[in-house]
């Protein structure tokens, strides 16, 4: 009996995926333990944009995100696989990705592991599709919604697919983020499914009906039939359709959660804590009481907003565009600054070297304000460096102001203040560019002037693993 308690997280994320095989702690109906774990890059940038999107579209090769999945479920151990009993997945918010029903994926039979590929598909456009203007997201109609509407979010760049690309659109009949097209292929579900979270994330979803805006969106000629299915997160979408690694065949897998939602979920332990999720992006995310009810009418100016969490609940999050990535932004143009000076280094020496050069410089006076992406409640504000005086140009006063620019970014959209008023007592740190940067857990603590405690870089693949453990020992007891 206890050898059918593991269940398999995934999370697909921007820049990796994640594995994590767990198991609920022996006697302990509410602890856990981490069996194994793998985390493999993505490297999934794809090589062509959408000529039409122009130089702010982000769009990934899903092909290269399956194979980085694929090489995760390689290096798990076959004993533990063939316990599974239960597959949650998480993945990148906001994105979306075409697919034709029936056609979305190829299984390969022979070799050690049944796997799929993808077949007809797109590519990803991610949450960092910059491809919808300021004057385009005014043109549309207002949603029936809580929240606002934003560039990268799935429904807008359908409506900008709509207008600028409606060839491309015909050819495909399904649609998701890539967690929920994962969750389709090993169901082979018919129409995709989709949770709440993911939902929420796309806009033009009603939170307290959990239905879509359909009749503002037919009114504007919106291709309604890509729109998924909704369930509750935590809800199962489907068993596995065959046998896909050493997992069996007929396996449950649970409806895709927000990556975001999927972290809280492992790293919250009571209700005052605070989550921090710094890794391509950046999210502090607080637990709402129960009953808690946002204001129907969107506001896309206020920093924070309100995302479905469990059980019909809410997190209010501070969402930054700007986390891991401005610091990989920064390492790329050093490097290219030192290839133009005819120097060849590996980004990964430049990143290590910035950050012990960082560390050794504990303050600076210098200030960086580092909103390349701009931030979803001020698209238009770009990066800027101030008080820059000859004594604090070296690499560890710029690396030092970077790093607390990004944290101090985030706290001015939810300041500690705040937290401190919704009964926060404790700030759990999360995510990838988190736990491999020790001058960002530095200035963490010197931000939010609460305990705080560190957690993994799996946390999110943890997260969808244990919602499925839970919901199967919830079952067992009933």
Known sequence: MAARQVTLGIDLGTTSVKAALVEAAPGDPSGFVVLASCARAARAEAAAQSAAAGPQGREQ?????????????????????????GIGVSGQMHGVMFWKTGQGCEWTEGGAAPLFKPRTVSHL???????CSSGFLASLPQPESHLSVATGFGCAVIFWLLKNSPEFLKFYDAAGTISDYVVAM?????????SDQNAASWGYFNTQSQSWNLEILRASGFPVHLLPDVAEPGSVAGRTSRAWFEIPEGT??????????????????????????ISTSIQLAASMPSGFQPAQTPDPA???????????????????????????????????????LGLEVEESTVYSRMIQAAAQQTDTCLTITPTVLGERHLPDQLASVTRISSSDLSLGHVSRALCRGIVQNLHSMLPFQQLKEWGVERVIGSGSALSRNEVLKQEVQRAFPFPVSFGQDVD?????????LHRNLNQKES
Request: charged share 15%; hydrophobic share 50%.
């Open 125 to 131: 456009v991610t949450w960092q599709d910059g491809r």
């Open 186 to 194: 090993l169901c082979g579900l018919r129409r995709p499914l989709m």
């Open 252 to 277: 449950q897998v649970g409806v895709a959660l927000g990556d975001l939602q999927a972290s809280v979920y492992s790293c919250m332990a009571r209700r005052t804590d605070a989550v921090l999720n």
């Open 302 to 340: 206020a920093p924070v907003a309100y995302f479905p969490y469990f059980d019909r609940t809410y997190l209010a999050v501070a969402a930054s565009l700007n986390g891991g990535n401005v610091l990989t932004t920064f390492v790329h143009m050093l490097v290219q600054w030192m290839a133009d």
């Open 460 to 468: 999110a693949a943890v997260g969808a693993a244990l919602v499925m």
């Open 61 to 85: 090769d899903v092909s290269r995100i399956i194979q980085a999945l694929n090489e995760c479920l390689t290096a798990l151990p076959r004993e533990q696989l063939r316990k599974v009993c």
